[in-house]
Nanobody, 124 residues
Framework: QVQLVESGGGLVQAGGSLRLSCAASGRSLRNYVMGWFRQAPGKEREFVAASNWSETSSRYADSVKGRFTISRDNAKNTVYLQMNSLKPEDSAVYYC?????????????????WGQGTQVTVSS
C-alpha cells in the first residue's frame, strides 16, 4: 500500500506560481510512475503531468506544457509539481497518483494509488 498526501495548494493571482508536493508513505516510490491530475467543479478529472521514477521520461498535458514541471525526490519519497504563469482555468483540486505504466500515463485507470487532493484557486 502507498499513502499519498498532497500539500501546497492555495489562492494565487493569475500569473503567479505555486509548488505542490506529494509525500508518500508505506512504500518507496522508486518503482512507480507518478502523475498529477486535476478536477474542476463539474468536470472530469484530467491528466496534468507524469514522470517515471528516473525522470528520464516526463509527459504533460498540452494546456500546461511550458508552464508546469513535474519533479521527484526519490530519497524523500516526494513528488512535486511546480506551476508557473498560472491562469484562472488552472483552478481545480489537484491529485497526485502512483502507478505502473508510462504507456498509459494519461489514463486515470493506470494509477493504483491516489491522494486526497489539494485545492488550487487562481484569481483573475
Amino acid at each position: 500500500q502507498v499513502q499519498l498526501v498532497e500539500s501546497g495548494g492555495g489562492l494565487v493571482q493569475a500569473g503567479g506560481s505555486l509548488r505542490l508536493s506529494c509525500a508518500a508513505s508505506g512504500r518507496s516510490l522508486r518503482n512507480y510512475v507518478m502523475g498529477w491530475f486535476r478536477q474542476a467543479p463539474g468536470k472530469e478529472r484530467e491528466f496534468v503531468a507524469a514522470s517515471n521514477w528516473s525522470e528520464t521520461s516526463s509527459r504533460y498535458a498540452d494546456s500546461v506544457k511550458g508552464r508546469f514541471t513535474i519533479s521527484r525526490d526519490n530519497a524523500k519519497n516526494t513528488v512535486y509539481l511546480q506551476m508557473n504563469s498560472l491562469k484562472p482555468e488552472d483552478s481545480a483540486v489537484y491529485y497526485c497518483a502512483a502507478g505502473g505504466s508510462m504507456v498509459y500515463y494519461y489514463r486515470k485507470g493506470a494509477y493504483d494509488y491516489w491522494g486526497q487532493g489539494t485545492q488550487v484557486t487562481v484569481s483573475s
